[in-house]
């Protein structure tokens, strides 16, 4: 075999690994730039995605919905949410009523691991409003819907304080969700009485 076949089939060899070392490095490149997928569900959160559809809770419910609505005695209106899981990012609901839209500012509600209150402008109860709720760390949007309050829960604040509300005549008759609700009064359980039996009459005897 000649000098010059021999540089040739070197040169071959070496532009077969270069182009080797080249794809390999492509190839780690794309995958490297996949996106991996968390399991954290507040994380999806920032992706853009359809919005889920919010409406009213049902039993067994998966998904972020709506309780009830409650109303301090003079002030603001509560919104209470329900969460799919404990683990979810905090958002702010803006509700829209003939083109004005009104924000309300939610947090953690207390003694329910699974539960959010926004706090916000008073509604009227039977007219149909737009709900929208965007994630308090970009905007995004979460959930939104159109659907009318068909009940609000009055509480004064002296209720707020020890956990006990008073329902208006436009409440709700049923409640979704634990949600800290009134406690019934004690009723007094009756002792039966039985009448006292006077002693019989005696009568003389006759021969």
């Known amino acids: 075999m000649s000098s010059d076949a021999r540089h040739q089939q070197r040169w071959l060899v070496t532009v077969v690994i270069l182009l080797v070392i080249l794809l390999i490095l492509v190839v780690a490149g794309l995958i490297r730039s996949i996106p991996r997928r968390s399991s954290d569900p507040s994380s999806q959160i920032g992706h853009r995605s359809p919005a889920a559809k919010l409406t009213y809770c049902q039993p067994e419910d998966t998904q972020l919905c709506v309780v009830s609505f409650g109303q301090i005695e003079g002030g603001d209106m509560l919104v209470n949410f329900q969460l799919p899981s404990a683990i979810y990012p905090p958002f702010t609901l803006v509700i829209n009523r003939f083109g004005v839209e009104s924000v309300y500012q939610c947090a953690r509600t207390r003694g329910f691991l699974r539960g ?92």
């Not at 819907?145 to 009940?151: M, N, P, R």
């Open 116 to 207: 959010m209150t926004c706090r916000g402008a008073p509604q009227t109860p039977g007219e149909i409003l737009q709900f929208k709720v965007l994630a308090q760390k970009d905007g995004t949007l979460i959930a939104e819907g159109k659907f009318a309050i068909i009940g609000i829960a009055i509480s004064t604040p002296e209720d707020l304080s020890t956990g006990t509300s008073t329902a208006s005549p436009t409440a709700s008759p049923t409640e979704l969700t634990p949600f800290p609700t009134g406690t019934l009064p004690a009723m007094e359980t009756p002792t039966p009485g039985f009448p006292t039996l006077s002693p019989p009459t005696s009568y003389p005897n006759y021969p």
